[in-house]
T-cell receptor, first 113, second 115 residues
């Protein structure tokens, strides 16, 4: 298996623009997580899905952030409009129902100028 | 919710020495405590984990200890090597994956092993 696949690896955009981050979980995994990593706050959980259903989105910073999981093999995290303080590395991770081990993607480095 | 504190934030040791990273958690219902290693430019990877019914677990040069009463757990790396240099994260969660709980991570420890 190719592991968790995230795209793009790097994204540079200007303040106010819409940003869409994409994630393909490992085939057969039924839970998907979006984390944000910064120096100040470490790894923060933004939202997670079980069987494509959002379970907890309390970590989503504000209404500018939204996440969807239309099917078991794809998820998006959207920021609209983006702000410089959104600059961070965004990780997607997945796991299967019988195992607590999380598998992380390589992350998307987002820079909002 | 669960709050995980991790110390130190940075740690520098000489090759061959031991390294210890400590974490505390707030929710007494937490029962699963993994450690992840993140190398530069990559996502975190699980290196070892421990459950609340066990006090210690060892895997070659790495070991984890858990004190449920005090609500703290530690990662021990012996005979450190330069390739151990990375950021290490502790985490805690309650329940099992079927119950839908997510991992709450500490802020990470940047470990540098100098030759």
């Amino acid at each position: 298996d190719a592991g968790v696949i995230q795209s793009p690896r790097h994204e540079v955009t200007e303040m106010g623009q819409e940003v869409t981050l994409r994630c393909k979980p490992i085939s057969g995994h039924n839970s998907l997580f979006w984390y944000r990593q910064t120096m100040m706050r470490g790894l923060e959980l933004l939202i997670y899905f079980n069987n494509n259903v959002p379970i907890d989105d309390s970590g989503m910073p504000e209404d500018r952030f939204s996440a969807k999981m239309p099917n078991a093999s794809f998820s998006t995290l959207k920021i609209q409009p983006s702000e410089p303080r959104d600059s961070a590395v965004y990780f997607c991770a997945s796991r299967d129902g019988g195992n607590e081990k999380l598998f992380f993607g390589s992350g998307t480095q987002l820079s909002v100028l | 919710g669960e709050n995980v504190e991790q110390h130190p934030s940075t740690l520098s040791v000489q090759e061959g020495d031991s390294a210890v990273i400590k974490c505390t958690y707030s929710d007494s219902a937490s029962n699963y405590f993994p450690w992840y290693k993140q190398e530069l430019g990559k996502g975190p990877q699980l290196i070892i984990d421990i459950r609340s019914n066990v006090g210690e677990k060892k895997d070659q040069r790495i070991a984890v200890t858990l004190n449920k009463t005090a609500k703290h757990f530690s990662l021990h790396i012996t005979e450190t090597q330069p390739e151990d240099s990375a950021v290490y994260f502790c985490a805690a969660s309650k329940g099992n994956s079927n119950s839908g709980y997510a991992l709450n991570f500490g802020k990470g420890t940047s470990l540098l092993v100098t030759p």
